[in-house]
């Protein structure tokens, strides 16, 4: 599975981003999707994530009830709306799959190139 995350950009705190991240190559459809981001000087952490059908999501605590994930398998693509954004969500965005849904998982297989996402005070 290749995996591009995009989206990201300069937005003021308070505002909303909607990051997609578009697979190609196996069926989509059969795997599982995280979000991840790492700020500078930062480990990765990960945000959230989306089951195979869509029909099970997790999120971090610091970004429950702000941020949503949601998947279009049709399109090959899984979403990541982010709202009420604060600077402290200023990192470099990623999306990843594995094959099999596990809640709380950070081991995936598959990983895209991030996007940028800033967010000024």
Known sequence: VQL???????VQAGGSQRLSCAASGRTFSNYA????????GKERERVG?????????????????RFAISRDNAKNTVYLQ???????DTAVYY???RKYWV??????DY???????????
């Open 95 to 97: 999306c990843a799959a």
């Open 33 to 40: 999707v995280g979000w991840f981001r790492q700020a500078p």
């Open 82 to 88: 982010m709202n009420s954004l604060k600077p402290e």
């Open 49 to 65: 994530g989306i089951s195979w059908s869509g029909g099970s999501t997790s999120y971090a605590d610091s970004v429950k009830s």
């Open 111 to 121: 990983w895209g190139q991030g996007t940028q996402v800033t967010v000024s005070s």
């Open 4 to 10: 591009q995350a995009c989206g990201g950009g300069l």
């Open 103 to 108: 809640e709380t998982s950070v081991e995936y």
